[in-house]
Nanobody, 115 residues
C-alpha cells in the first residue's frame, strides 16, 4: 500500500503563488506516473496537470502557462508550482500516482484564492 500526502495549500491573494507537494510513502515516482486534480464545491474533480513517462507533461487549458508539474524521484515527491493564481483556482487539490494497474490518491489540500 502506498500513502500520498499533499501539503502547501492555503489562502493566497489573486496573482499570488503557491507550491504544492505530494510525498509518497514509498519510492514509486520512478515507476508510476503522477497527476494533480482539483475539486471545487459543487463541481466534478478535474485534471489539472499530469506527468508521464519521460517527464512529458499535460495541462488543463485553464492552467497552461501558469502551473508547472514536476517530480523529484530522489525525494519521492511531485510538485505543482502555481503562479498567477485566480479565484477560480480555489479548490481542494489532490495528487495521485498511477500505472496501468494501480492508482493511489492523497487526501487533498485546500487552496483558496481570495482578496
Amino acid at each position: 500500500q502506498v500513502q500520498l500526502v499533499e501539503s502547501g495549500g492555503g489562502l493566497v491573494q489573486p496573482g499570488g503563488s503557491l507550491r504544492l507537494s505530494c510525498v509518497a510513502s514509498k519510492t514509486i515516482f520512478s515507476f508510476y506516473d503522477a497527476a494533480w486534480y482539483r475539486q471545487a464545491p459543487g463541481k466534478q474533480r478535474e485534471l489539472v496537470a499530469k506527468i508521464i513517462s519521460g517527464d512529458s507533461t499535460i495541462y488543463a487549458d485553464s492552467v497552461k502557462g501558469r502551473f508547472t508539474i514536476s517530480r523529484d524521484n530522489t525525494y519521492n515527491t511531485v510538485y505543482l508550482q502555481m503562479n498567477r493564481l485566480k479565484p477560480e483556482d480555489s479548490a481542494v487539490y489532490y495528487c495521485n500516482a498511477f500505472n496501468q494497474v494501480y492508482i493511489y490518491w492523497g487526501q487533498g489540500t485546500q487552496v483558496t484564492v481570495s482578496s
